[in-house]
């Protein structure tokens, strides 16, 4: 019944190590995002991916890499993590790329903390 | 200058009051907004669209000053289920790159 939805939910690791945040939507959406939301609640666009063509790519370091093997699934591949990566990451979709009233639905998110 | 800017708050108002936020944003670019709300430790969820001839939905009224660049909403009559973080919402256009305010997070108390 989920529309969007990830995992893990909780991901608590060491600096250094390289982890994965899975994202699915069963809505039959074309775009999907991942963001990011720091300790002071900015929650901030990292990538958009449409029918899994890179779309938005937000000067983030190039440690963090999207995948979208199929329009259903995002992935997020983040190597070598840094404390400074500890955050809220949410995964959203959206019926279209375009469209000014797009809504954009999000996922539970996914409690990082690096240690 | 943040893209969006609002007051953080916290706000803590009865249940049965009146409460308006109020968001700014500085790319005059700007082409659609929005109002989503997110509770606590829960992910954003739309709350409605801001227009430019201001609409209701409910207790809840948006307004958009484009000339100020400026929003609004107001909560009448809240409900302790109100109590959430209100985020101001801005779509630069093109390709749904949303920018998100801060956040006004907003207490009702009984």
């Known amino acids: 019944d989920t529309a969007v939805s990830q995992t893990p939910k909780y991901l608590v690791t060491q600096m250094g190590n390289d982890k994965s945040i899975k994202c699915e939507q069963n809505l039959g959406h074309d775009t999907m995002y991942w963001y990011k939301q720091d300790s002071k609640k900015f929650l901030k666009i990292m990538f958009s991916y449409n029918n ?8 983030v370091p190039n440690r963090f ?15 070598s993590l840094e404390l400074g990566d500890s ?4 995964c959203a979709s959206s019926r279209l790329l375009t469209g000014l009233q797009e809504t954009q639905y999000f ?3 996914t409690r990082l903390l690096v240690l | 200058r943040k893209e969006v800017e609002q007051d953080p708050g916290p706000f803590n108002v009865p249940e ?32 409605m669209s801001v227009y ?3 609409n209701e939905d409910g207790r809840f009224t948006a307004q958009l000053n484009r000339a100020s660049q ?8 809240s409900k302790l289920s109100d109590s959430a973080t209100y985020l101001c919402v801005v779509n ?16 009702i108390n009984p």
């Open chain 1, 87 to 90: 955050a809220v990451y949410f």
């Open chain 2, 70 to 77: 400026y929003i609004s909403l107001l909560i009448r009559d």
């Open chain 2, 16 to 47: 049965g009051a009146t409460v308006a936020f109020n968001c700014t944003y500085s790319n005059s670019a700007s082409q659609s907004f929005f109002w989503y709300r997110q509770d606590c430790r829960k992910e954003p969820k739309l709350l």
């Open chain 1, 52 to 59: 899994k063509e890179l779309i938005i790519n937000e000067t």
């Open chain 2, 52 to 54: 430019s001839s201001g």
């Open chain 2, 92 to 107: 630069l256009g093109g390709a749904q790159k949303l920018v998100f305010g801060q956040g006004t997070r907003l207490t």
């Open chain 1, 65 to 79: 890499s999207p995948k979208s093997p199929d329009k259903a699934h995002l992935n997020l591949h983040i190597n």
């Open chain 1, 107 to 109: 996922g539970p998110g």
